[in-house]
């Protein structure tokens, strides 16, 4: 099972954190290492190319990192490659603005419009590849003139622009771009989720967009008056209310070794500080090895954990008589304890489905930051989680937003029942349009939409 990122804090306040990514719904790393395995320390460019309408992307970073040509480079070109080998946007956590809800009856006319527009982009060639240089404001050079016809072709550049001068016109055209694609608009391309997706070719992603128009046809039009709708490959969390959405935030959603399903139910519950109880896997894995290794030592895991282990008549066990050597111990059920370091964060959104998943919080809020949020093994983590409770209680008296935050701190568990009927869809649309004009995209994660596993699924 995977570890947590050797990249956050060590501490106290971690030890609980290195276990809270074991949870089957939230890995954030290879699948090769153990949730405790964080703790060891403690324990003891070429030339731009055109591509055509059937072109792929060619492993889009491999090798091409090293810098472009230098010969013949105008004054005031950027020749070497700027990008960061780390991603910018870690530290934004950035939710998207409130728009028309993904699954908006209008949108299917929308897509079919896109489809056409992005027919006749294929038709034509698709558009250049686009050097992964850094290329900001005040810039020139041969580099900027090829992202300025990529941009013009997929329609982001408006006429006015100065020819290979990065100007007023190519950060707006850039800054739509980002926003089509789920990325911070920053207007400015440094880094390499906006490279990645600047080079998607045309007909892949008229290919997700001939893809989603199907899912969107089955979908789009038919929820609930009021429904939680997850976009998988958006990693996004839409709360809709007769129409229109009146929460949207970031998720992570699941890895490629573990997507997250495409579901339809409703809400159950909201479970506020719940236990979370550790799949047999997990124990057999890495529960009774890391005890083993505690009691070596004279220590107790479960306390360093804030665990219980329980026997099969449904008793607590006291630590002190655990034999981490034992059969006993193979038979005993593990949870660990309510705290804000939970692996479920301090709230869990329940309902019925044949895949187990769910919705909740997280004490890993940095995930949230990324471009790309394809972390953990299928059930679905979001951004103001407690936002999202009250909105499904908000017919509840005894609950409201303040009530929910004040028991973030505490052990107080609260499992409440939801009284009205509010939908969850998790849905795979990486492309669809708007009544407005905008034609979205999100990766093709687990590349369903390309008939030839041609995507870059990694920006």
């Known amino acids: 099972?995977?570890?947590?990122?050797?990249?956050?804090?060590?501490?106290?306040?971690?030890?609980?954190?290195?276990?809270?990514?074991?949870?089957?719904?939230?890995?954030?790393?290879?699948?090769?290492?153990?949730?405790?395995?964080?703790?060891?320390?403690?324990?003891?460019?070429?030339?731009?190319?055109?591509?055509?309408?059937?072109?792929?992307?060619?492993?889009?970073?491999?090798?091409?990192?090293?810098?472009?040509?230098?010969s013949q480079?105008?004054?005031?070109?950027?020749t070497r490659s700027e990008l960061p080998t780390g991603d910018p946007e870690v530290a934004m956590i950035l939710n998207p603005g409130l728009g028309t809800p993904t699954l908006a009856k209008g949108n299917v006319a929308a897509t079919r419009s896109a489809i056409q527009q992005y027919k006749a982009i294929v038709a034509q060639g698709g558009w250049p590849m686009v050097q992964p240089v850094a290329m900001k404001p005040g810039r020139r050079g041969n580099n900027i003139q090829t992202l300025q016809r990529r941009l013009q072709i997929s329609g982001d550049l408006m006429?006015?622009?100065?020819?290979?001068?990065?100007?007023?016109?190519?950060?707006?055209?850039?800054?739509?771009?980002?926003y089509r694609h789920g990325l911070p608009?920053?207007?400015?391309?440094?880094?390499?989720?906006?490279?990645?997706?600047?080079n998607v070719p045309a007909s892949t992603r008229l290919a997700q967009l001939q893809a989603s128009l199907k899912r969107l046809q089955r979908r789009a039009g038919k929820t609930t008056n009021r429904y939680i709708q997850v976009n998988v490959p958006a990693a996004q969390v839409e709360a809709v209310r007769g129409g229109r959405v009146e929460l949207r935030n970031t998720a992570v959603v699941g890895k490629v070794q573990h997507p997250t399903p495409e579901l339809s139910s409703k809400v159950s519950q909201v479970k506020i500080n719940p236990y979370w109880h550790v799949p047999r896997s997990i124990?057999?894995?890495?529960?009774?090895?890391?005890?083993?290794?505690?009691?070596?030592?004279?220590?107790?895991?479960?306390?360093?954990?804030?665990?219980?282990?329980?026997?099969?008549?449904?008793?607590?066990?006291?630590?002190?008589?655990?034999?981490w050597y034992g059969n006993a111990v193979n038979t005993y059920r593990f949870r660990?304890?309510?705290?804000?370091?939970?692996?479920?964060?301090?709230?869990?959104?329940?309902?019925?489905?044949?895949?187990?998943?769910?919705?909740?919080?997280?004490?890993?809020?940095?995930?949230?930051?990324?471009?790309?949020?394809?972390?953990?093994?299928?059930?679905?983590?979001?951004?103001?989680?407690?936002?999202?409770?009250?909105?499904?209680?908000d017919n509840n008296p005894s609950w409201n937003l303040s009530r929910i935050q004040s028991l973030r701190h505490t052990q107080v568990q609260e499992y409440v029942r939801?009284?009205?009927?509010?939908?969850?869809?998790?849905?795979?649309?990486?492309?669809w349009g708007t009544p407005d004009g905008m034609v979205h995209f999100r990766p093709d994660i687990y590349n369903l939409d390309s008939p030839r596993g041609t995507y870059a699924s990694n920006y």
């Open 418 to 431: 939801a009284t009205q009927t509010i939908g969850v869809y998790f849905t795979y649309i990486s492309g």
């Open 159 to 178: 006429p006015g622009y100065t020819p290979g001068r990065y100007d007023n016109a190519t950060v707006a055209a850039v800054k739509r771009f980002q």
């Open 1 to 70: 099972m995977p570890k947590l990122n050797a990249g956050l804090r060590y501490g106290p306040r971690l030890t609980i954190g290195g276990l809270a990514v074991a949870l089957l719904c939230v890995s954030v790393q290879p699948l090769n290492a153990g949730p405790f395995n964080m703790f060891k320390s403690r324990d003891n460019q070429g030339q731009a190319t055109t591509q055509g309408s059937t072109g792929g992307n060619g492993g889009l970073f491999g090798g091409l990192f090293n810098g472009g040509s230098r």
């Open 283 to 323: 124990i057999k894995s890495d529960i009774i090895p890391k005890g083993r290794q505690f009691s070596s030592r004279g220590q107790d895991m479960l306390a360093a954990y804030r665990m219980e282990a329980i026997d099969r008549n449904g008793n607590i066990v006291d630590p002190r008589t655990i034999d």
């Open 73 to 78: 480079q105008p004054q005031g070109e950027v």
């Open 336 to 393: 660990q304890k309510p705290w804000e370091e939970n692996s479920l964060g301090y709230i869990k959104i329940d309902f019925p489905n044949k895949d187990a998943v769910y919705i909740h919080d997280t004490p890993l809020k940095s995930l949230f930051g990324k471009a790309v949020r394809f972390e953990s093994h299928g059930c679905v983590r979001t951004h103001n989680v407690d936002r999202l409770a009250a909105w499904i209680l």
């Open 185 to 198: 608009a920053t207007g400015v391309v440094d880094s390499k989720a906006t490279v990645a997706a600047l």
